[in-house]
C-alpha cells in the first residue's frame, strides 16, 4: 500500500509541473461550455432582417411592428423596390426580407386574402427554416387576433408544449454533450498519454523491473485522473447551473454515480489505447480520431441518432458516450432516477468490463 | 550464484541479436561486457532482468530462473537501462525517494549504501532530473538502482556520454560497490574501462569472443606488438597498410600499432622500408597488446 501511495503521489507530481496539460486540463471544460453555450447555439436572437411593404398601411404596419418587438428579429431597414432584395442579401446584412403585396389591407378585408412573402438567406439553412418557422408563428398569431370575434365553423388548434426544456434552450442540449466529451477526453487521452510516456522515457522499463504489480502501475495512474474527472465534473455542472440556470432535476448524488462510472469506463479506454500504442503521439492520435470524432458525431450529441443511416445507428451503439448522455439527459433534464437508465448504466458497466478485461489480457509485462 | 546463461539465443524480425551465448558471472564479481553498439549487449540485459524472453536457452540471476521466477528476480535486482530511465520533471530527492517506497524500503534505511555517490548530487537534490549534467544524471540513476540493496546489479553502458572524471569516478564507486558483496555486470562500449573489471566478456555480433581476466585477454594476442611512429601519421598508416608483410595496423593515440606476418620479424627491414617511401623521425618500440588489440584481432 506504501509504494502505491508512493506511485500516486508521483503521478500527481508529474501532473502539477506540467503547466501546459494543467491548463488545457482545467481550462477547456470551462472554454468549451463557455463556447457551447454563448457562441454556438441553434436559437436565432436579434437576427436582422428587411422589409419591402407594398401597401404601406395600418395591417402591415402593426404586422411590422409585432415581429421588431419580438426578440428574434430586429428590422434593419425598409427598401423600396424588388430588385434591391438581391442586392442586401448580397450584402449580407439582412437574413430574411419580407414581401407585403400591394393594397395588403384592402384585399384582407375584401377578399379575405392578403399574401405576404418571406425570402431567407438560405446559404445557412437551418437559420433560415428557424427565421421563416418564427415568422409563420408570429403571422399566426396575428391572424387568431384579428379573428377574435368571427367564428370559424371549423378548427384545430395546435398547442405545443416543449416538455423538458420549455424555452428550448441549446445549451442544455449542449451541457450533457460537453461534459461527456470534457471527461472523455480528460480521462482517457490523458491516462493514454501518462502510460505511453513512461514507455517513451524508458521509465517503463525500471516500473516492469520492480516489485509493483502491473495492476498498480495502471491503478496508480488512474487514480489521479479519476479525481482530476470528478473535479471537471463538477466545474461543468456548476457552470451550467449557476451560468446557465440549467436546472437539475433528479438526484445530483445518482448524476454523480453515473459520471464517476463513464470516468471509469473513458480511463479504461485509455489504457487500453496505452496498451497498443507504443508513443504518446500514437496515443493521443488514437484518443482524437478514435474517440473524439466519434463522441462528438455519433453519440447524439450533435447529429440525432435516429436520423442517421443505419450502418452508423449501429455503430453508434458501441460509443460509450452515447449511453452516457442518454443517462445525463435523463437526469438533469427529466429528472428520472434509475429506475429508467438502469438499461444505458448496465451497458457502460458492461463496456468498462471489458475494455479492463482486454486491457489486463494485453497489458505487458515485459517489452515484447 | 551470481549470473549463469546458457546458449541464449534472441533474434528480432531480421537481426540475430545474440547468437547462443553461453557465460557465468561469480557472486560478488564485477563483471565487464565489453563491445561496440549492435553487439547485442542491451538485448541480453534485458533477457537477464526478465524483460524480454531468450528464443532458446536458459538463464538464472542468483538462482532465479528469468521465466520462472522473474518477480523475484524483480524483487532483487538492481537495473540502469542504457538511456537515461528517471524522471525528468521530478527533482533529484524526488525521484531517490521514489525509488525507495516502490521497492519497499526507505532512503534512511540504505543510505550508507548510496553515500558515497549520493553526497556528490546532494547539494542539487532539489533540482530536477532533466536538468542535471550527464555525469550526475548516472550518479542519480545508478543510486536509485542501488536504493534497495539489490543482490546483482546491470548497468548498461552507465558511462556512455559520460566526461572522463566523471567516468573515473564512476568506476570508483563500482569498485567500492563491489566490497559491498554486490554482482555487478556492467556494459561498454570503452576498452580502458574493461581493464577494470574481474573479468570480462568481448562481444560483438551476438557472439562472445572470449571470456577472461583483462590481464588474461591480452595473452591471446597471438603476435608481437609494435608501436610505430614517424612525422605523418596519415602516410605512415596508408604505408604500412601497404606494407606486404603486415598482419594488423590500427592507429592507437599517437602511434600505431603494427603487427608483422613474419616470425623472424626485423624492424629494420621496416624502418627502412618506410624511410625509403621519405617518412622521417620513424621510431618502432615493442609494446603490449592491449584489450583493444585483442579485440580487433579477435572480431577479424
Known sequence: ?368 | MGISVKHISKSYKKVNALKGISFEVKPGELFGLIGPDGAGKTTLFRILTTLLFADQGTASVSGYDVVKDYKSIRNSVGYMPGRFSLYQDLTVAENLEFFATIFGTTVKENYDLIKDIYIQIEPFKNRRAGKLSGGMKQKLALSCALIHKPKVLFLDEPTTGVDPVSRKEFWDMLKRLQQTGITILVSTPYMDEAALCDRIALIQDGKILQIDTPQGIVKHYPKKIFNVQADNMYELINLLKDYAHQYSVYPFGEFVHYSDKRADFNTADLQSYLTEKGLKDIAIETTKATIEDTFMELAK
Open chain 1, 1 to 368: 500500500m506504501k509504494r502505491f501511495i508512493g506511485f500516486i503521489k508521483k503521478e500527481f507530481y508529474h501532473i502539477f509541473r506540467d503547466k501546459r496539460s494543467l491548463f488545457i486540463l482545467f481550462g477547456m471544460p470551462v472554454a468549451q461550455i463557455m463556447l457551447f453555450g454563448f457562441a454556438i447555439t441553434n436559437e436565432i436572437n436579434n437576427v436582422d432582417i428587411a422589409i419591402l411593404d407594398h401597401s404601406k398601411d395600418t395591417y402591415t404596419q402593426e404586422i411590422i411592428n409585432k415581429i421588431s418587438a419580438s426578440k428574434y428579429f430586429s428590422v434593419q431597414q425598409y427598401i423600396a423596390n424588388e430588385s434591391s432584395i438581391e442586392s442586401v442579401f448580397k450584402k449580407g446584412k439582412v437574413k430574411a426580407v419580407l414581401v407585403f403585396e400591394n393594397d395588403f389591407s384592402k384585399k384582407l378585408i375584401k377578399e379575405n386574402l392578403a399574401k405576404v412573402q418571406i425570402i431567407t438567406d438560405a446559404t445557412d439553412p437551418n437559420t433560415a427554416q428557424t427565421i421563416s418557422n418564427y415568422t409563420n408563428a408570429i403571422l399566426q398569431n396575428y391572424q387568431k387576433e384579428l379573428n377574435k370575434n368571427v367564428e370559424t365553423p371549423y378548427q384545430i388548434i395546435t398547442q405545443t408544449h416543449m416538455n423538458y426544456n420549455p424555452e428550448l434552450k441549446s445549451v442544455f442540449m449542449f451541457v450533457p454533450g460537453v461534459m461527456t466529451i470534457i471527461l472523455m477526453l480528460v480521462s482517457a487521452m490523458m491516462t493514454s498519454i501518462s502510460i505511453t510516456r513512461e514507455k517513451e522515457l524508458g521509465t517503463m522499463e525500471i516500473l516492469l523491473v520492480s516489485p509493483l504489480k502491473p495492476i498498480q502501475v495502471i491503478i496508480g495512474k488512474v487514480v489521479p485522473y479519476i479525481f482530476l474527472s470528478v473535479i471537471n465534473a463538477i466545474v461543468i455542472v456548476l457552470l451550467s447551473i449557476f451560468i446557465f440556470k440549467m436546472p437539475v432535476q433528479g438526484s445530483l448524488f445518482l448524476l454523480g454515480i453515473e459520471s464517476v462510472l463513464f470516468i471509469i469506463t473513458s480511463l479504461s479506454l485509455g489504457i487500453l489505447i496505452s496498451t497498443i500504442s507504443a508513443t504518446q503521439q500514437t496515443a493521443m492520435m488514437i484518443s482524437l480520431m478514435g474517440l473524439m470524432l466519434p463522441t462528438i458525431l455519433l453519440s447524439g450529441f450533435i447529429f440525432p441518432i435516429a436520423s442517421m443511416p443505419l450502418p452508423l445507428q449501429i455503430i453508434s451503439n458501441i460509443i460509450p458516450a452515447r449511453w452516457f448522455i442518454i443517462i445525463l439527459k435523463g437526469i438533469m433534464l427529466k429528472g428520472v432516477g434509475l429506475l429508467f437508465i438502469w438499461k444505458e448504466t448496465l451497458i457502460l458497466i458492461g463496456m468498462t468490463l471489458f475494455f479492463i478485461g482486454l486491457s489486463i489480457k494485453k497489458y505487458k509485462i515485459r517489452l515484447e
